[in-house]
């Protein structure tokens, strides 16, 4: 086992013994990532069984091109993604299988294509400008998390809920909050295989908020159904006019707003995550931020990013893309073989859970250089290693829809932010990855803030 590099940046303790389903139990609870053995960022394949069920843990390239493409219909999304978000988010496009998701998936896809994407880039714009702002009157002082999140809701609730009049991001980001804590560090236990049955009284405490979150959708949706659509169409315009090439049939007001909710569950937090991961990364490494610094006063010259800006900022890429692969948002990914099959030389049953570590993935031992270190340039020219060992948005036909829209959003943000300050860590402990449905840094990001006195030059 390699020992830790003092100067890579905070990672995950995997597992390096076999535990019983107890511990692991106890694990997931604290932190799903402490279910990954630490092997999994060695070896192509992991089987094991808990608690009577049959799991693989898989990292070899070839083998997850399989389940995520070529013979994709074998592995559908696992039980444990529906029981987290369907109580919340229906049967939309995220957790849909089959036709349902098909025809939802091509309703949806307008809004998410390159040229409605740059249309709907000023609102990223406007929400960075905005983030500034927020900035310069912090004292000094912020925590990027949660500073992030407010940025990413500014543009996801536009391009979902404008109509509603109700648009108040920490009451809907708080509402999301309280049904995810309520629900997935109980539901995830199941990626795993552990058959616990734990009363989930806590989804109680959520079920108002959701109420609440459902009223301000359904309002959304009757005054754009009244006042038509935006001048640039947005996520619910697209949704509105989605027509099923089947059926001839459009989405009714359930699956209209289950779909709008998917899109503010799925979209807000992992780019904020993006974010916050990547000003992290750069307070730790200030040589890498004031390269970056200069690659955005030399596109920029003071103004704000725009879409037309995100082809020049190539560094400012690269260092979200790093961000990506040693922090994903979607560390774990599960799917359910529906039929045998063999990976990796392996006999796959029906029935068995195929767990995709995206965060042991990204840091394999055989697929990449330095796994735990930071290093921007190893992006400098597009993907480095195989497609199938980096994939922070998925891929194949259940990709990420968002991708183009969350690295749009992520670039403008980024670039203008570090073009205006100097970020600096405190003193203390740095964040800890803690996934809890997503990839979060437990105890914040807090870092020193430095505006910087000209727009122009640091
Ligand atoms: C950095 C930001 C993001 C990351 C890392 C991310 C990651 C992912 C991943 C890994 C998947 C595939 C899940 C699986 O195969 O099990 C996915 C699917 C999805 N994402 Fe994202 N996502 C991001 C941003 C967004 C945004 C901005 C939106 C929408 C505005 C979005 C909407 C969706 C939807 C609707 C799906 C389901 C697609 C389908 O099943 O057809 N995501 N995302």
Redesign the pocket.
């Known amino acids: 086992m390699n020992a830790d590099n003092a100067e890579d940046p905070p990672k995950a303790r995997l597992v390096t013994e076999v535990w019983g389903v107890f511990r692991s139990f106890l694990a997931a609870r604290r932190n799903l990532l402490e279910i990954i053995p630490e092997a999994a960022t060695r070896r192509p394949i992991l089987s094991g069984r808990t608690g009577g069920v049959r799991w693989h843990m898989v990292c070899d390239p070839a083998s997850i091109r399989r389940i ?1 493409k070529d013979n994709v219909a074998n592995y559908p ?1 696992s039980p444990v ?1 529906k029981n987290i978000l369907e109580p919340a988010i229906g049967d ?5 299988e089959g036709e349902h ?1 098909r025809w ?2 091509q309703a ?1 896809a307008p ?2 294509t390159y040229r409605n994407v740059a249309a709907l880039a000023p609102i990223m714009s406007e929400a960075a400008d905005a983030a500034c702002r927020r900035l310069e009157t912090c004292g000094g002082k912020a925590e990027m998390h949660e500073a992030m999140v407010r940025a ?1 809701f500014d543009v ?1 609730g536009r ?2 809920l404008t109509g509603s009049g109700r648009m108040d991001s920490a009451f809907v980001h708080g509402a999301i909050e309280s049904y995810i804590a309520s629900t997935a560090r109980i539901s995830l236990l199941d990626i795993a295989g552990i058959p616990m049955r734990i009363p989930r009284l806590r989804q109680w405490t959520s079920t108002k908020p959701l109420r609440t979150i459902r009223r301000i959708a359904d309002e959304a949706i009757a005054h754009r159904i009244a006042s038509g659509p935006m001048p640039v169409p947005d ?1 619910l315009d697209a949704l509105l006019d989605g027509i099923d090439p089947e059926s001839g049939r459009r989405m009714n007001p359930h699956e209209l707003r289950d ?1 709008l909710l ?2 503010i569950v ?3 937090e ?2 904020a ?2 974010l916050a991961w990547s000003l992290f990364l750069l307070a730790y490494d200030p040589g890498v931020q004031e390269r970056l610094r200069a690659e955005t006063i030399a596109v920029l010259g003071g103004r704000t990013a725009t879409a037309a800006d995100v082809n020049r900022l190539s560094l400012t890429r690269q260092v979200i893309d790093e961000a ?1 692969r040693l922090y ?3 560390a774990i ?3 359910s073989a529906q039929r045998a099959d063999e990976l990796c030389g392996r006999d796959i049953r029906q029935g068995d859970t195929v767990i995709l570590p ?1 965060y042991a993935l990204h840091r394999h031992h055989q697929l990449w250089d330095r796994p735990d270190s930071f290093d921007p340039d190893r992006f400098s020219n597009g993907r480095p290693v195989d497609r199938f060992a980096y ?13 183009s ?3 749009t ?2 670039v403008i943000i980024l670039a203008t932010l570090i073009s205006r300050f100097r970020f600096r860590r405190l003193p203390g402990p740095g964040p800890k990855p803690v996934m809890i449905l997503t990839l979060r840094p437990h105890g914040g990001i807090h870092l020193e803030v430095e505006a910087l006195p000209s727009r122009t030059a640091s």
């Open positions: 995520l999304k993604t939309s496009l995220f957790v849909a998701w939802q998936r949806a809004v998410f990413t996801i391009v979902t996520v779909n998917a899109f799925a979209g807000h992992t780019t995550l993006a990506l994903p948002p979607a990914l599960s799917r995206i994939l922070p948005f998925g891929d194949g036909p259940r990709v990420c829809i968002g991708a829209f969350a690295l959003e992520a």
